[in-house]
């Protein structure tokens, strides 16, 4: 069974810095392309960040410079480390792989306020 969790999540302040983890089991990462995920209140669910198979990464306008999405292939986690965080930036965080995408797990919290 293939499972995702997402970690790392919680209450910052605008300007602070937090790293999700997504732990996978089932289905390695390593060997498929992951995508990062928020859905805020009342949005759609959106892909902020991306990480191809071969290590290219990709980021949503709104996260460039800010975001960066990694791998440990060992450990087959994906992480993504956000900084100068926004309030705008307060969702619920998921991860996903970009092809054939699993369940959606249970996410991680972000909140971003003063």
């Known amino acids: 069974q293939v499972q995702l969790v997402e970690s790392g999540g919680g209450l910052v302040q605008p300007g602070g810095s937090l790293r999700l983890s997504c732990a996978g089991s089932g289905r390695p990462v390593s060997t498929n392309a992951m995508g990062w995920y928020r859905q805020a209140p009342g949005k759609q669910r959106e892909l902020v960040a991306s990480?191809?198979?071969?290590?290219?990464?990709s980021y949503a306008d709104s996260v460039k410079g800010r975001f960066t999405i990694s791998r440990d292939n060992a450990k087959n986690t994906v992480y993504l480390q956000m900084s100068s965080l926004k309030q705008e930036d307060t969702a619920v965080y998921y991860c996903n792989f970009l092809i054939a995408r699993q369940t959606w797990g249970e996410g991680t919290p972000v909140t971003v306020s003063s």
């Open positions: 990480i191809t198979i071969t290590g290219g990464r």
